[in-house]
């Protein structure tokens, strides 16, 4: 549901719904950003961060901002050093190496199996009005009617 709130960026009150949280001019002006960014990535991909800031107008932040999210990636031999946020290795695009990703992806695999084991062995099998759900509706009822 849509709701009020000021952009992160310029401070103006716009509509949310979802995904980040700037105003549609900001966004605008950031789909702008990124493409100088990423034509001069392509035109010069040994230039280092502070040269691709200079020469397109970006913040270095911003940049940081675009490979982090996965839309940039440099080469492996570019100076510019993104480090995977788990390990800290040396990687060229997003927020973690490809063995960290694998790891993390398992680790929820394996929780969310040991959640939904969880919940059966809670149940138990049972087909009773207690064990479906939503309970606090007839327990509300209940005291309603009292």
């Known amino acids: 549901m849509p709701e009020l709130r000021n952009c992160k960026r310029c401070k103006r009150i716009f509509m949310y719904a979802m ?7 900001c966004k605008k002006q950031e ?3 990124f493409e100088k960014v990423r034509k001069f990535l392509r035109e010069y991909p040994g230039a280092t961060i502070q040269e691709v800031s200079a020469a397109t107008e970006v913040s270095a932040q911003l940049i940081y901002k675009f490979l982090r999210e996965g839309r940039l990636e440099v080469s492996e ?12 290795v040396r990687i060229t695009s997003g927020r973690f190496c490809i063995n960290c990703s694998r790891k993390l992806a398992n680790e929820m695999i394996a929780t969310g199996k040991t959640l939904r084991d969880a919940i059966e062995r809670k ?8 064990s479906r ?14």
């Open 123 to 130: 149940r138990g099998g049972a087909d009773d009005e207690e």
């Open 31 to 33: 789909e702008e950003d």
């Open 19 to 25: 995904g980040p949280q700037i105003c549609e001019v």
């Open 77 to 88: 031999d570019s100076p510019i050093a993104l480090l995977c946020e788990n390990c800290g």
């Open 133 to 146: 759900g939503l309970r606090y509706l007839d327990e509300y009822r209940r005291d309603r009617n009292r």
